[in-house]
T-cell receptor
Framework: QQQVKQSPQSLIVQKGGISIINCAYENTAFDYFPWYQQFPGKGPALLIA?????SEKKEGRFTISFNKSAKQFSLHIMDSQPGDSATYFC??????????FGAGTQVVVTP | GAGVSQSPRYKVAKRGQDVALRCDPI?????LFWYQQALGQGPEFLTY????????KSGLPSDRFFAERPEGSVSTLKIQRTQQEDSAVYLC?????????????FGSGTRLTVV
């Protein structure tokens, strides 16, 4: 049973455009919501993370929006660049760190 | 080293063969996790160590899977009598303290192909 549901499965965006990836969860014990970026042949790398007491967090071109009541969160990639082409995973965890990952979104940024 | 090191990077095993996958975490990191990532899927939790203690092994798919971290540093994931459904990338991650918010660093993984 997948505890974190992620959509879309893939998306194509033009350079300079906005990529939006959505995730939903059920377990209210989750208290940390990271996003990971993964390139082929590499392990996931932490991109940005948020706690449920914050509704939005921005780091450079990456923004997480968090809706605690709806149990949903999303990643916005502004001014998308070809180097952002990768697979993005949302995740959720409780206090001791076991990560529940979404199924992933393959993002392709066209020149 | 500066990162989490996994070896081998690639492993091809004949069905029924035993394999051992190694993880060298970042020096001093107390928490160590193993995940399994099937093609086109997100990583799925296998097991967790805090130092040498295996605190959670609820994600191990069967009793053919065994993990150890005897001295609280290097960890080995062993799969006995490999099956085709074991084909996946096996990822190791470590963190300085308990909890993902203290910084989880993943290795590049071992890609296991069972033929």
């Amino acid at each position: 049973q997948q505890q974190v549901k992620q959509s879309p499965q893939s998306l194509i965006v033009q350079k300079g455009g906005i990529s939006i990836i959505n995730c939903a969860y059920e377990n209210t014990a989750f208290d940390y919501f990271p996003w990971y970026q993964q390139f082929p042949g590499k392990g996931p790398a932490l991109l940005i993370a948020i706690r449920p007491d914050v509704s939005e967090k921005k780091e450079g071109r990456f923004t997480i929006s968090f809706n605690k009541s709806a149990k949903q969160f999303s990643l916005h990639i502004m001014d998308s660049q070809p180097g952002d082409s990768a697979t993005y995973f949302c995740a959720a965890t409780d206090s001791w760190g076991k990560l529940q990952f979404g199924a992933g979104t393959q993002v392709v940024v066209t020149p | 080293g500066a990162g989490v090191s996994q070896s081998p990077r690639y492993k091809v095993a004949k069905r029924g063969q035993d394999v051992a996958l190694r993880c060298d975490p970042i020096s001093g990191h107390v928490s160590l996790f193993w995940y399994q990532q099937a093609l086109g899927q997100g990583p799925e939790f296998l097991t967790y160590f805090q130092n040498e203690a295996q605190l959670d092994k609820s994600g191990l798919p069967s009793d053919r899977f065994f993990a150890e971290r005897p001295e609280g540093s290097v960890s080995t994931l062993k799969i006995q009598r490999t099956q085709q459904e074991d084909s996946a990338v096996y990822l190791c991650a470590s963190s300085a303290r308990q909890g993902a918010n203290y910084g989880y660093t993943f290795g590049s993984g071992t890609r296991l192909t069972v033929v």
